[in-house]
């Protein structure tokens, strides 16, 4: 696993001085976060509240392609490889920079990786999707390693002025490099997905728009679906034991993640999230935080992954450290 997130950071001081009718304590009330990162320039939030989408994309530091290469960098360096070693490159997120061509061949040509390239977005829950979709695979169809990319630099299509989405997102990048066929002591296991489309509407980015949802629906869904995930996997390793499951959710909010937890009887030492300081960072979420604690990972652990997302989508899969 690797991860990137870039240097500007927006704290809760800084949306506050943006006089939108938010502060520190409003802030962590309602969705316990602290700061997140972006690819913007603090200077240009502060003068246009980054009400111009065209504006965003040619003001920001750096590009999908960028920020993608950059964890993709980590997770090989992490694996002993080199980008000469990828036969597959899979990319998904809720922001690419452009509607064709896919964001994966962009992100391969930062690293140099001449291979077919892809994408599979299914907005917060691609990392999901991703590895259930080449779960399903057959291994003689793969290539020895994919790299599997979510560059998700989220805070382009936010309005500065709308308070509700302000406070909510960061940016931030994940990347893994999978096989079917070589051995390794991290395995993928439990993949499953699901769609429920006729919600589609709840949570969307029309094109050349601001981000938009129903907060109140797409809270109430994100917990029942990922409280009933978590209990899923928690139940399939009942003769094992859960008392050392670690879990990892969306990083939606704070206080979405607390509920999951006190639902499914998580004992705070084994939640693990980085949503307090960097915010939801979209498709990255998840995978971000397990690359954070990538050397925490110990033999005997597990980790339960469950992603909820626009579409309305979810996603649940179990790490076992071998």
């Given at each position: 696993m690797?991860?990137?997130?870039?240097?500007?950071?927006?704290?809760n001081?800084?949306?506050?001085?943006?006089?939108?009718?938010?502060?520190?304590?409003?802030i962590?009330?309602?969705?316990?976060?602290?700061?997140?990162?972006?690819?913007l320039?603090?200077?240009?939030?502060?003068?246009?509240?980054?009400?111009?989408?065209?504006?965003?994309?040619?003001?920001?530091?750096?590009?999908?392609?960028?920020t993608?290469?950059a964890?993709?960098?980590?997770?090989?360096?992490?694996?002993?490889l080199?980008p000469?070693?990828?036969?597959?490159?899979?990319?998904?997120?809720?922001?690419?920079?452009?509607?064709?061509?896919?964001?994966?061949?962009t992100?391969a040509?930062?690293?140099?990786?001449?291979?077919?390239?892809?994408?599979?977005?299914?907005?917060?829950?691609?990392?999901?999707?991703?590895?259930?979709?080449?779960?399903?695979?057959?291994?003689?169809?793969?290539?020895?390693f994919?790299?599997?990319?979510?560059?998700?630099?989220?805070?382009?299509?936010?309005?500065?002025?709308?308070?509700?989405?302000?406070?909510?997102?960061?940016?931030g990048?994940?990347?893994?490099?999978?096989?079917?066929?070589?051995?390794?002591?991290?395995m993928?296991?439990?993949?499953?997905?699901?769609?429920?489309?006729?919600?589609?509407?709840?949570?969307?980015?029309?094109?050349?728009?601001?981000f938009?949802?129903?907060?109140?629906?797409?809270?109430?869904?994100?917990?029942?679906?990922?409280?009933?995930?978590?209990?899923?996997?928690?139940?399939?390793?009942?003769?094992?034991?859960?008392e050392?499951?670690?879990?990892?959710?969306?990083?939606?909010?704070?206080?979405?993640?607390r509920?999951?937890?006190?639902r499914?009887?998580?004992?705070?030492?084994?939640?693990?999230y980085?949503?307090?300081?960097?915010?939801?960072?979209?498709?990255?979420?998840?995978?971000?935080?397990?690359?954070q604690?990538?050397?925490?990972?110990?033999?005997?652990?597990?980790?339960?992954?469950?992603?909820?997302?626009?579409?309305?989508?979810?996603?649940?899969?179990?790490?076992?450290?071998?």
């Amino acid at each position: 696993m690797g991860h990137f997130f870039p240097e500007n950071e927006i704290t809760n001081r800084f949306l506050t001085d943006l006089d939108i009718g938010t502060n520190d304590e409003w802030i962590l009330e309602r969705v316990g976060i602290r700061s997140r990162r972006t690819v913007l320039p603090l200077d240009y939030i502060r003068q246009t509240k980054n009400r111009d989408v065209r504006g965003a994309y040619e003001a920001a530091l750096y590009t999908n392609a960028q920020t993608g290469a950059a964890a993709a960098r980590m997770a090989l360096e992490r694996a002993g490889l080199t980008p000469a070693d990828i036969g597959l490159v899979v990319s998904g997120s809720c922001s690419p920079d452009n509607l064709t061509p896919a964001e994966s061949t962009t992100v391969a040509n930062e690293l140099g990786i001449d291979c077919p390239c892809f994408d599979l977005n299914s907005a917060c829950t691609s990392f999901g999707m991703q590895v259930n979709f080449l779960d399903r695979m057959k291994s003689n169809a793969l290539p020895e390693f994919v790299l599997v990319v979510n560059p998700d630099n989220f805070t382009r299509s936010i309005d500065y002025s709308d308070r509700r989405s302000a406070v909510l997102f960061g940016d931030g990048s994940a990347a893994a490099v999978l096989s079917a066929t070589v051995s390794s002591n991290y395995m993928f296991s439990g993949c499953y997905c699901h769609s429920k489309p006729a919600s589609w509407n709840k949570v969307n980015i029309p094109r050349l728009d601001f981000f938009d949802q129903d907060g109140n629906a797409v809270q109430g869904f994100a917990i029942r679906r990922t409280t009933d995930s978590l209990r899923t996997i928690m139940d399939s390793l009942k003769n094992n034991g859960t008392e050392g499951l670690k879990f990892i959710g969306h990083q939606a909010n704070f206080s979405m993640l607390r509920t999951v937890c006190d639902r499914a009887g998580i004992a705070q030492e084994n939640h693990w999230y980085n949503v307090v300081d960097y915010g939801n960072t979209g498709a990255a979420s998840a995978p971000t935080v397990l690359s954070q604690h990538w050397d925490d990972l110990r033999p005997g652990d597990y980790v339960a992954i469950a992603q909820v997302g626009a579409g309305l989508t979810w996603t649940h899969m179990l790490l076992t450290v071998r």
